[in-house]
């Protein structure tokens, strides 16, 4: 299974709120040669991480089945993430679209990019409830723990909930 994970906090084109431009993305990604779309979460409120005074991010989760090579895939979600008016900047701040690719069929690999799985997914609560979501059996390709064992292991603290 492929999974994308997608993020937004900020308007998108034309002012669109970042729950539409996350429809917006998955339609973009659902498009994409050689993906067969699987399922999408809900949608999942967030504080920015690292903590900031940035707005609240929107994000979710997309599964796909497929057999895409990692550096094309990865560059096909930054092509959608330039459509929609992402400019990269500075690490961890706001932005009107994030596409990760979080994981591709099990793919453990550190170089060349993408590192896969993602580095930073296992403690990331706005990646991993959603990810709950579309595939409540997955396991973490380097540790084995399982999706449950690792929401388990989130700070109590953490401030992320199910979109309203």
Do not use: K
Request: one cysteine or more.
């Amino acid at each position: 299974m492929i999974v994308v994970g997608l993020g937004a906090n900020l308007p998108g084109q034309g002012g669109a709120p970042p729950h539409a431009t996350l429809a917006w993305a998955i339609g973009r990604v659902n498009a994409l040669p050689g993906l067969r779309f699987i399922a999408a979460s809900r949608l999942w409120d967030s504080a920015p991480v690292p903590p900031s005074a940035q707005p609240r991010y929107v994000n979710g989760v997309a599964a796909y089945a497929g057999r895409l090579d990692p550096a094309a895939l990865l560059a096909a979600l930054n092509a959608i993430e330039a459509e929609a008016g992402r400019v990269r900047g500075e690490r961890d701040a706001a932005r009107v679209l994030d596409l990760d690719l979080l994981d591709l069929n099990g793919v453990v690999r550190a170089d060349p990019p993408p590192v896969l799985p993602h580095p930073r997914l296992a403690a990331r609560g706005f990646v991993l409830r959603p990810l709950a979501e579309v595939a409540p059996g997955w396991r973490h390709p380097v540790t084995g723990q399982s999706i449950a064992a690792l929401i388990a292991a989130l700070p109590p603290d953490e401030d992320c909930r199910p979109l309203a």
